[in-house]
């Protein structure tokens, strides 16, 4: 059974940081591409940073550069979303997305909220 399972998220004051951590089983990890995705309150799914497989190749949306940077770790099945500096405009729900690009399976996360406000 596929399961991932994000953690990490809660309120924060702007300027402040959070870790967000995702928990993934039931498929072939190393061989999936890792995304945090999110989602504002009235707005669409967008992507917020990726890693390959190897972690070698990492992407992000130009609003992240900078402050926010993904990792991952394939001994533990983890991936993570380190958030710096952050602001109101990051209040959104969080999601863990795993693509297995060779069977072309694609899985989601429960998602986590994240709330930036003073």
């Known amino acids: 059974q596929v399961q991932l399972v994000e953690s990490g998220g809660g309120l924060v004051q702007p300027g402040g940081s959070l870790k967000l951590s995702c928990a993934a089983s039931?498929?072939?990890?190393?061989?999936?591409?890792m995304t945090w995705y999110r989602q504002a309150p009235g707005k669409e799914r967008e992507l917020v940073a990726s890693?390959?497989?190897?972690?070698?190749?990492?992407n992000y949306a130009d609003s992240v550069k900078g402050r926010f940077a993904v990792s991952r770790d394939n001994a533990k099945n983890m991936v993570y979303l380190q958030m710096n500096s952050l602001k109101p405009e990051d209040t959104a729900v969080y999601y863990c997305?795993?693509?297995?690009?060779?069977?072309?399976?694609?899985?989601w996360g429960q998602g986590t909220l994240v709330t930036v406000s003073s």
């Open positions: 039931g498929f072939n990890f190393r061989s999936s591409v």
């Open positions: 997305n795993a693509d297995w690009v060779v069977i072309s399976r694609n899985y």
């Open positions: 890693i390959t497989g190897t972690g070698g190749s990492t």
